[in-house]
């Protein structure tokens, strides 16, 4: 992208009083999380969406626990890199301007909280919180790993052996009922909360940023032509073309983290 188009998002974004970002697993990919599609999607034989869905789950837990457990090990290890910690700032810098912004994410690492975001719509859940399959409930857990049975498991080497658990070694709730990932798998509706917080931050907004998203799961990427009806301008950060790319005014090629520090780096013009 030229300094031109870099100078003109610049403007439109320091004119913006109502700005949504949507984030994807790209963001996170500077800070070592890897990302659902592309080289290093796979864990063992399996793509996302045959492991993070219900079917899975019915077919063996254990299993499931095993990714998430892996993912848990490999997050716990990670910081915000530069890209979260520039979209921090903008928030910041955004709302004392007593602008609104709304930051929504696919992601479940924790790393835009971790960087100081401060209330992100989490359309897909959070790899922090477990739900209980028998009471409901859904609790804050940081445990690595998340039982001691699953201590040295979840290898994501295609050769890797998986074993199987056994139910009394799933993680469980104090009610005595299983607990499962408060994660929104394939198939599952999300949470109406996030959908309507997330389509109030982007009805009406005048800026749009997409980062690090491929954009093809829905309704996440729903948003991204939503935006584009009511009018907003549309900006992509990311390493290659999206779903959504031919939908931006300006596209940034590159990563999240190298980009968007200086792209970011304004003040809000003051209100006339
Ligand atoms: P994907 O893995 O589908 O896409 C990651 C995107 O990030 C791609 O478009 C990459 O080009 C881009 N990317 C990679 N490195 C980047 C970097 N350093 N900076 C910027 N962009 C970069 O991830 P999502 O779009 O988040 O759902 O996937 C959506 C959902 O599908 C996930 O939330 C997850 C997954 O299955 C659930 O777990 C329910």
């Known amino acids: 992208m030229s300094t031109a188009s870099r100078e003109r998002f610049q403007s439109s974004l320091r004119r913006a009083r109502k700005i949504a970002v949507l984030t ?11 990302t659902f599609r592309g080289a290093g999607g796979l864990w063992r034989r399996y793509d996302a969406t045959s492991i993070a869905s ?18 848990r090990e490999r997050a716990l290890g990670c910081a915000p890199n530069p890209g979260h910690r520039a979209l921090a700032r903008l928030e910041a810098v955004w709302r004392d301007a ?39 409930s859904v609790t804050e857990n940081r445990d690595v790993p998340i039982t001691p049975a699953f201590a040295g498991s979840g290898s994501p080497d295609p050769d890797a052996r998986a074993r199987r658990f056994t139910a009394a070694e799933l993680p469980h709730c104090r009610c005595g009922g299983v607990l499962r990932p408060h994660i929104v798998w394939f198939g599952e ?17 005048d800026l749009l940023l997409v980062v ?53 780096d304004v003040a809000p013009e003051p209100a006339p």
């Open 24 to 34: 994807g697993a790209g963001v996170s990919a500077e800070s070592g999380i890897p």
């Open 54 to 71: 219900p079917e899975a789950w019915q077919r063996d837990p254990g299993l499931v626990w095993e990714f998430y457990n892996h993912r």
């Open 98 to 136: 007593g602008r609104t912004f709304t930051l929504i994410t696919q992601n479940v690492d924790g790393l835009h909280e971790q960087a100081g975001s401060r209330d992100p719509v989490r359309l897909h859940g959070s790899l922090w919180q477990v739900r209980c399959l028998a009471c409901g």
């Open 189 to 205: 509706a999300l949470e109406e909360r996030d959908l309507a917080a997330a389509a109030a931050g982007v009805e009406g907004c």
């Open 212 to 264: 690090g998203t491929s954009a093809v799961v829905y309704p996440a990427a729903g948003f991204v032509p939503l935006a584009r009806r009511h009018g907003a301008l549309i900006a992509e950060v990311n390493v290659e073309p999206s779903a959504v790319t031919s939908l931006c005014d300006f596209v940034f090629t590159g990563g999240a983290g190298e980009i968007l520090p200086s792209l970011l």
